[in-house]
């Protein structure tokens, strides 16, 4: 977990390898959210879930605690995107420090989901509610971490067009559809915004660079055919 989290601060021999990155290590966190939540809504008779595969919690943890810490590139490729200005500089950094703390918080509802201390028949956050202080205090610090992080970035941008593509909009957004949708796809879709949310933010991301990049290469090559 250190050295993923010190990845995360790292600067890759070519940087453009980080949105890629991220963007694959948010899927990937995705996919964990939903093994845990398969594990955790089963225990509710009303939603009609069978009992996971035995293996599904501990692979859905380690799928998590291994790709949230990589959000940090993410961020980085995102602060190289807008002017280097201080707000830039607390996105990276910032983002950084929220995938550890995403990764600390997804390891620990695993275990707890693994080792039978996650009340049964409740809903994914009546569940948190219930597992004790110190889990809904790191709770807490991590969706402050990630509201202070998401709000630099928006503040950082000038395009108001990007806002859309903020992670902390999309997992608003996603939380408020899930509202309207039956209560099986309530029960995964809402619980997993953080990371679904990131997903859409890192893709946005991977496509403004790849813009930049294109409009760079015809630049270069206007330039080189100029007399």
Known sequence: MVQLTTLAFAKPSDMRLSAPIALLA????????????????SGRGALGLALPPVWLVTVSTLAGALALPLYGLGYRARARCVAPCPRGRVVARGGALLGGLGAVTHTTLGVLIQSGSMPRGVTPMEGVLRAGLPLVALWCVTGTAFIIVASADMATSKKHAEWPFNPLVVAAALTGFAVFLPPLWAAFLGPAAFNLGHVAFFARVLATEHAAETRGSLQRDLRSESP
């Open 26 to 41: 948010a899927i990937v966190a995705s996919l964990g959210d939903v093994g845990l939540l398969w594990a955790v809504n």
